[in-house]
Every structure is written in C-alpha cells, then in structure tokens.
T-cell receptor, first 115, second 112 residues
Framework: GAGVSQSPSNKVTEKGKDVELRCDPISGHTALYWYRQRLGQGLEFLIYFQGNSAPDKSGLPSDRFSAERTGESVSTLTIQRTQQEDSAVYLC?????????????FGDGTRLSIL | GESVGLHLPTLSVQEGDNSIINCAYSNSASDYFIWYKQESGKGPQFIIDIRSNMDKRQGQRVTVLLNKTVKHLSLQIAATQPGDSAVYFCAEKPDTGNQFYFGTGTSLTVIP
C-alpha cells in the first residue's frame, strides 16, 4: 500500500534499554510528525519535520528522546535509557507540507512496552 | 497551552440512528480543523476537515459543523453503522505554527 508504514508494530524491552522506532511516510510528503498516545488518551505532539529539518522540537519530553529524518523520507525516533513511563503507542503521520491546512495521514503506530 | 476537549467521553447509539460528536476548542485563532476516527490497534484515520472560512462541510454520511462564535465543532454521522464504532478525535491547527492539537476522544459504540 501507499500509506504511512511504521516498524516494529510492537516492541517490548527492559527498562534502561535504548529503542529505535521507524517511520516510512507517504512518498512525496515533505512533512512528518511524531506523536505519543498513552492508553485511553489523546495524541501528544512530540516533533515534526519539514524536509529533513526539525524546526519544532518542543514536544520532546526529555533529552532521552531524539529523532532524525534523512532523504526527506524515513524517520527514526530514538528513546535512550527507556523508562516505564515511556510505554505508549508512538504514531507517525505525514502530510504534503506543513501549514496551509494539510491533513495528516497516520501509520498504525508502534506499541512500546517497557518492563 | 492549547485546549481541545470533547463534551462526552462515550456515546452509544442504535444502528441506523444519527450520531453527533461534539468538540470544544480554545484558540479562536485556529483556522483548520480535522476529525479523525481511530479503531482499536490502528492509527487515526482522516474523516473530514474544515477551514475556518466555512461553517459546514459534508462528506459521505458525515457532516462537520463549525461555530466559531462559541468555538465549537461537531461531527454528524448519518445512519450510523456498526463499522462506525471507534474513538473519534477532533484536532485543531492554529493559524501560526504547524502543530495540531488533539482532543482526548469520544468513544462511539453502535448497538446493532
């Protein structure tokens, strides 16, 4: 399909380990967003990319979180020294461009569980 | 900070009835709004959007109404079907910046 693809779909890891989550946006979409969704909650904005640059990192919860994007395509969200409160579904979305009222198209997320 | 909230966290309707899901937003400068549907284990799925220069927009079985005076958004689903059972989120985008603000969601259950 041509939708947003995220991997892995599920990740279980021990507290203190590092994890890397991947997002493949829709081809041609220049804007890419990462969100966190805790159980039964709404979406919490983490970071967005316009092309390969991230002008807004204000949503990252701590310095253990980082993200990068290359080739105006795939993006990775890295969480270092994971904590139990990091357990959540991490959603990626892409859109044609930021602003100007472009709808975001979401992947199915990575369900992260920290033991 | 931004505040996008929903009046009712859960809604149950009979199959075939119309559903109305409401959303309040706090930023009068928001100029773009989206409704999403999220089924269990899946990412949010775009349903319909509306810009602030409109007060109504219709799609297939869905209508979004925007009342800027009271900062209220609603999603109407006609002839609700079991497949409509999901959590529905509204999202707003202020006229500055590129961040969307999401509500906490309303869980819609359709009773056959």
């Amino acid at each position: 399909g041509a939708g947003v693809s995220q991997s892995p779909s599920n990740k279980v890891t021990e507290k203190g380990k590092d994890v890397e989550l991947r997002c493949d946006p829709i081809s041609g979409h220049t804007a890419l967003y990462w969100y966190r969704q805790r159980l039964g909650q709404g979406l919490e904005f983490l970071i967005y990319f316009q092309g390969n640059s991230a002008p807004d990192k204000s949503g990252l919860p701590s310095d253990r979180f980082s993200a990068e994007r290359t080739g105006e395509s795939v993006s990775t969200l890295t969480i270092q020294r994971t904590q139990q409160e990091d357990s959540a579904v991490y959603l990626c979305a892409s859109s044609l461009k930021t602003g100007e009222g472009q709808p975001q198209h979401f992947g199915d997320g990575t369900r992260l569980s920290i033991l | 900070g931004e505040s996008v909230g929903l009046h009712l966290p859960t809604l149950s309707v009979q199959e075939g009835d119309n559903s109305i899901i409401n959303c309040a937003y706090s930023n009068s400068a928001s100029d773009y709004f989206i409704w999403y549907k999220q089924e269990s284990g899946k990412g949010p799925q775009f349903i319909i959007d509306i810009r602030s220069n409109m007060d109504k927009r219709q799609g297939q079985r869905v209508t979004v109404l925007l009342n800027k005076t009271v900062k209220h958004l609603s999603l109407q689903i006609a002839a609700t079907q079991p497949g409509d059972s999901a959590v529905y989120f509204c999202a707003e985008k202020p006229d500055t910046g590129n961040q969307f603000y999401f509500g906490t969601g309303t869980s819609l259950t359709v009773i056959p």
